[in-house]
């Protein structure tokens, strides 16, 4: 009975290892010691008492959120409301369940960040807990400048980016009849503690997210938060500004698809707005460079591309494997895999009479699930209803499109023979298109002002 905290708080406290009780301690301390909140027993905390610590890294309504999900923690088993503010037990019970719990509490924590009533939660009141989650990520690794290159700012659209990430993230949700939490239909729908706890064991971005607020919004235990696999390191050769199709959500996104090895940096190969509207230059830059990620805009604003596994090469087969996907980002974030039907997994060519020119991914000959002709700025997707590499929908706005804006990005780190056959021209790796610029009478103009790397 002499021990300031409870049986149970005890217990929760043995989920950190020592040295991060006692980092969990000196928050609590000085939050508790607060000087603008003299009315508060030193052996809790208010409102004012976090807002004061956490400053502007993070929104006022997620701030409020967790404070309401602490103070509704009851570590007694006696029905009660809300304390009036956050005890040490509490606060220790709290950050256990969000930063070392299961899934099954970090739905408990969840619950009471949603709602002061005990029982289930109406899907509309998750989809506005998720879109705060969402937007608070960003929110606080813009404000502690780790956004690692990539720009917080809200991609141009129809539908701001924080809400399309969170419709995917609530596209996973199963409801208690089997059933996904798909249009605006279903946000009168309940969502007990079952269905929160399956949504955050099924979906890794819920929990991942949770611990970014509250390691960088409170700065604690921030060297156990891994940020290299869930926001790559942009590398951009250019000297000049480069602002990409691609918002840091986006990139978070698609990097979670990605191999694990090949999450921690996206460098950048080609961009139509760097390097030209042009085809020969597209092959150019992406040629033997390794996995690489090609995303582009069309002209109704609709974002999406393809995660390469293997180098593009210039041939008239098909390549790649089944670690190969089609995305799409806007108007709606989701991913296609491989459905086994066949292996028209990637495809790149170019000079040939009798056969497509131009880069596909999916599907068939004049029929890919991505395509982008060889007369660049033009592409077509067309299934119909899916395609059948990926079972893809159509991912433009219309079947045959055209775009402005295209991006290609090698992922992870490169071999030392994909350096060597990066540096190279296409006219090297290419004799039919050197032979084909000697016949038109075109000099070479990079002849002579570099040299030709040996083969090995």
């Known amino acids: 009975m002499g021990n300031s905290r409870s049986r149970v708080g005890q217990s929760f406290c ?17 939050l508790s010691s607060d000087k603008n909140s003299p009315n508060v027993s030193s052996k809790s905390f ?28 009851n570590l007694t088993g006696k029905a009660k409301g809300p304390s009036e503010n956050v005890s040490q037990e509490q606060f220790t019970a709290s950050m256990s369940h969000l930063l070392k719990g299961n899934s099954e509490e970090k739905s408990l924590m969840i619950m009471k960040m949603i709602s002061a009533t005990e029982g289930p939660v109406k899907a509309r009141e998750v989809q506005k807990f998720t879109e705060d989650l969402v937007g608070s990520v960003v929110h606080v690794l813009s404000h502690r400048q780790e956004l690692r290159g990539w720009t917080g700012k809200e991609a141009p659209g129809p539908t701001p ?15 208690q009849d089997g059933k996904r939490l798909l249009g605006p239909q279903w946000l009168d729908c309940d969502c007990d503690r079952a269905v929160i706890e399956d949504w955050v064991f099924t979906v890794p971005h819920v929990a991942i997210f949770l611990s970014v607020v509250i390691c960088k919004g409170f700065l604690v235990l921030c060297p ?7 926001v790559p390191e942009r590398q951009v050769d250019q000297g000049r500004g480069f602002e990409s199709i691609l918002d840091v959500l986006s990139v978070m996104y698609i990097n979670a698809q990605l191999p694990r090895e090949q999450r921690h940096r996206w460098r950048l190969l080609f961009s139509s707005e760097l390097h030209g509207h042009s085809f020969s230059q597209l092959c150019g830059h992406i040629t033997h460079r390794g996995p690489c990620v090609a995303v582009l805009e069309d002209h109704d604003k609709h974002v999406f591309g393809g995660f390469a596994s293997c180098s593009w090469e210039v041939k008239p087969q098909f390549q790649g494997d089944n670690r190969c996907f089609l995305f799409s980002i806007c108007p709606s974030m989701a991913v296609y895999t491989h459905t086994g039907y066949n292996d028209h997994y990637m495809y ?17 000959h004049n029929y890919f699930g991505l395509w982008v002709d060889i007369d660049f700025g033009k592409g077509h997707s067309r299934a119909k209803p899916t395609c059948t590499t990926y ?10 499109f055209q775009f402005d804006k295209m991006e290609v990005w090698a992922v992870g780190d490169p071999s030392e023979e994909q350096l060597a056959k990066g540096n190279k021209s296409i006219l090297d790796t290419d004799p039919e298109a050197q032979a084909l610029l000697e016949i038109s009478g075109r000099s070479r103009h990079s002849e002579g002002l570099r040299e030709v790397p040996d083969d090995e």
């Open 224 to 230: 156990s938060l891994d940020l290299t696999t869930l």
């Open 161 to 175: 980016r924080v809400q399309v990430l969170a419709a995917q993230l609530l596209s996973e949700m199963k409801l």
């Open 348 to 364: 790149l060519n170019h000079g040939q009479q009798t056969i497509p020119n131009g880069l596909g991914m999916g599907g068939q």
């Open 391 to 400: 079972n893809s929908p159509q991912l433009s706005a219309q079947e045959n």
């Open 46 to 73: 208010s409102l004012k008492a976090l807002q004061n610590h956490v400053g502007e890294a993070l929104p006022p309504e997620m701030v409020t959120r967790l404070y309401d999900g602490m103070r509704r923690v």
């Open 14 to 30: 043995s989920q950190f290892l020592p040295e991060e009780q006692a980092e969990i301690d000196r928050l609590f301390d000085a």
